[in-house]
């Protein structure tokens, strides 16, 4: 059984999470607005449409703090990724050739699509027809991988 964690033994976070605290905390209430945001009349992939955007946006700041303007230490970038502030597994997806700009997981993964491919928004703006809208997993988007 995994021990229980409180916050009598949870560890204090490391020095530089006061710099980035107020950001982190504009994107935890956008997400909770965002989650009791009213969902009549949409479908239900459109629901998540907004919670998955958020969440990509605070990863792509936790990534671009650590790896692109180097502003964070890596005590704290291991913190933030362990308490759940950034998705681990989409950022070292991003760290690979060929994956900097993909949107969510789900839009790798080949086993949730009907025919075993990857999403829409995977496939080069060449080989798109001009007029094709590309709704993704995380919903319609301009940017798709060149």
Not at 9 to 30: A, Q, Y
Not at 55 to 71: C, G, M, N, T, V
Not at 83 to 103: F, P, R, T, V
């Amino acid at each position: 059984m995994p021990p229980i964690r409180t916050s009598r033994n949870r560890k204090p976070p490391p020095d530089g999470f006061e710099d980035i605290e107020d950001t982190l905390l504009e994107f935890s209430n956008k997400m909770k607005d965002a989650e009791n945001a009213s969902h009549e009349g949409k479908k239900r992939s459109e629901v998540l449409w907004p919670i998955f955007q958020i969440s990509h946006q605070r990863s792509r700041y936790i990534y671009d703090l650590y790896y692109e303007k180097e502003a964070i230490s890596k005590q704290l970038y291991e913190w933030l990724l362990k308490n759940g502030y950034g998705d681990a597994m989409l950022i070292a997806k991003w760290k690979k050739q060929g994956y900097e700009k993909l949107c969510c997981l789900r839009c790798i993964q080949t086993k949730e699509t009907n025919f075993n491919s990857t999403c829409i928004c995977r496939v080069p703006k060449a080989q798109l027809k001009e007029e094709q809208t590309i709704e993704c997993h995380w919903g319609p988007q301009d940017t798709t991988t060149s």
